[in-house]
């Protein structure tokens, strides 16, 4: 699955001021009124004067870092479930609450097309250890009930990430074929 989004900005959301290096960087998905995904990025010190939109998929927060000259913007322009785990579990900090479901669906869906592989629960029994088999690096995630309740309940980030689900086509009136018809009872 891949997002099409736009790289880190190169300025704040909020006051515009271009981003220096080591700035702390709160990137947010948002629902755009268009019902797109768009990406809002702006200085941490900054987001209590942003007005959240109605729906945000997500929040992280990142270290700026200069764009190094000759990146490949094309890539930079796809997020992937990978990498959005990546950047979600980042293992330097405690995952936002917010995200945890989030992040416990795509750790069930990298685990699938085996991307992560599960190797343990933390010794409290709070979270699982996953390891990143191309980095080999390990990720916790908060154990979670993966049940119908949890899919309702993230339905809404479900539909942005992997689309709506397709409405389901109207019953169709069943008409059973008349038998024979009655008359009078044989004698």
Same mark, same amino acid.
């Given at each position: 699955?891949?997002?099409?989004?736009?790289?880190?900005?190169?300025?704040?959301?909020?006051?515009?001021?271009?981003?220096?290096?080591?700035?702390?960087?709160?990137?947010?998905?948002?629902?755009?009124?268009?019902?797109?995904?768009?990406?809002?990025?702006?200085?941490?010190?900054?987001?209590?004067?942003?007005?959240?939109?109605?729906?945000?998929?997500?929040?992280?927060?990142?270290?700026?870092?200069?764009?190094?000259?000759?990146?490949?913007? %094309?890539?930079?322009? !796809?997020?992937? @479930?990978?990498?959005?785990?990546?950047?979600?579990?980042?293992? &330097? =900090?405690? $995952?936002?609450?917010?995200?945890?479901?989030?992040?416990?669906?795509?750790?069930?869906?990298?685990?699938?097309?085996?991307?992560?592989?599960?190797?343990?629960?933390?010794?409290?029994?709070?979270?699982?250890?996953?390891?990143?088999?191309?980095?080999?690096?390990?990720?916790?995630?908060?154990?979670?009930?993966?049940?119908?309740?949890?899919?309702?309940?993230?339905?809404?980030?479900?539909?942005?990430?992997?689309? %709506?689900?397709?409405? !389901?086509?109207? @019953?169709?009136?069943?008409?059973?074929?008349?038998?024979?018809? &009655? =008359?009078? $009872?044989?004698?």
């Amino acid at each position: 699955m891949e997002l099409n989004l736009h790289p880190l900005s190169a300025c704040c959301a909020v006051s515009g001021r271009e981003f220096r290096e080591g700035d702390r960087v709160v990137c947010y998905l948002v629902r755009e009124p268009d019902g797109g995904i768009g990406r809002r990025d702006l200085l941490e010190a900054e987001e209590t004067a942003w007005p959240k939109p109605d729906f945000v998929l997500c929040r992280w927060v990142v270290v700026f870092k200069a764009r190094q000259a000759g990146a490949n913007p %094309e890539r930079a322009l !796809k997020i992937t @479930a990978e990498n959005l785990f990546l950047t979600l579990a980042d293992p &330097a =900090g405690e $995952p936002n609450p917010a995200n945890i479901p989030l992040l416990q669906f795509l750790a069930l869906m990298l685990e699938r097309k085996k991307l992560i592989k599960l190797r343990g629960v933390t010794e409290d029994g709070l979270r699982q250890v996953y390891e990143h088999m191309p980095s080999h690096q390990f990720y916790e995630v908060p154990v979670g009930v993966l049940d119908e309740g949890f899919f309702r309940r993230i339905q809404e980030h479900l539909g942005v990430l992997v689309g %709506e689900p397709k409405p !389901k086509p109207e @019953a169709v009136a069943s008409t059973t074929a008349p038998g024979p018809a &009655a =008359g009078p $009872p044989a004698e």
